[in-house]
């Protein structure tokens, strides 16, 4: 949930890419399509998004809640109709090439549900870190894999990752708490470790129990990584992990 004004490594690395596309990646969706396996992978990476947005929202929702303003009830409300938008965008995408769509969600369901049980806030601050580091990491991992998707899959990734305004709100609202109360930045910076292991390991463990997914990312198809490139692709993310906790005015 980045501004162009805050942009990260990873979607720096997207935009040197961006004039370098071979393969799969020059291809549209009927030309790529024709591969099973990339079809396959690119339902996979939908249905991941598409159940990201939709609990995104839920949460959204649900951390409105917690607002001390109703200024700020109602800007965590837009934001989370910006999430239900975007999920609405690959709900009918995945109809559109004949995936059913809660079918392709379903496999991503529980890990994700897990991890937001596993990783709930206790307290407004905590919701905005949560929502700032954790989807920006997920945001990260799907920037990346962006670049090696068809010319059609990729403008529809990138669009629905564009930025809901809850980065710079996050910021704002930290960084104030803290400036008011210096502990605060102790607990938060534990905090955001936290989530940057969980998420991690979420993601990870999502691609390693979808083959068509694992296949893509390692090679295979789409121009899919080599190991030594998906190491590369996960220093990119922590590096830009460290970037927004020094956004935020916490230590990583």
């Known amino acids: 949930m980045e501004t162009p004004d805050n942009a990260t490594p990873a979607e720096e690395n997207a935009a040197e890419t961006a004039e370098e596309f071979t393969g799969i990646a020059a291809q549209d969706w009927a030309t790529a399509s024709a591969e099973p396996q990339y079809r396959a992978a690119v339902v996979d990476l939908l249905g991941a998004l598409a159940y990201g947005e939709l609990a995104a929202f839920e949460r959204l929702a649900e951390d409105a809640k917690l607002a001390p303003t109703l200024a700020d009830k109602a800007e965590l409300a837009k934001m989370a109709s910006a999430e239900f938008h975007h999920f609405e965008q690959l709900r009918d995408r995945l109809a559109a090439v004949d995936a059913e769509p809660t079918a392709a969600m379903e496999p991503f369901a529980k890990a994700l549900d897990d991890f937001h049980r596993q990783t709930a806030p206790s307290d407004w601050l905590e919701g905005l870190v949560?929502?700032?580091?954790?989807?920006?990491?997920?945001?990260?991992?799907?920037?990346?894999?962006?670049?090696?998707?068809?010319?059609?899959?990729?403008?529809?990734?990138?669009?629905?990752?564009?930025?809901?305004?809850?980065?710079?709100?996050?910021?704002?609202?930290?960084?104030?708490?803290?400036?008011a109360d210096p502990r605060v930045g102790g607990r938060l910076a534990l905090w955001a470790r936290r989530l940057m292991g969980e998420a991690l390991s979420q993601?990870?463990?999502?691609?390693?129990?979808?083959?068509?997914?694992?296949?893509?990312l390692v090679g295979g198809v789409a121009d899919g990584f080599d190991l030594a490139e998906v190491g590369r692709m996960f220093s990119r993310i922590t590096e830009a992990h460290t970037k927004r906790m020094a956004a935020l005015g916490l230590a990583a």
């Open 130 to 179: 949560k929502a700032y580091v954790g989807d920006s990491i997920a945001s990260d991992f799907y920037r990346e894999v962006a670049a090696r998707l068809d010319a059609d899959t990729r403008r529809l990734v990138l669009s629905v990752l564009d930025d809901t305004g809850h980065g710079n709100f996050a910021v704002e609202k930290v960084r104030a708490a803290i400036e």
């Open 203 to 216: 993601a990870q463990r999502v691609v390693a129990e979808r083959d068509a997914l694992s296949t893509m």
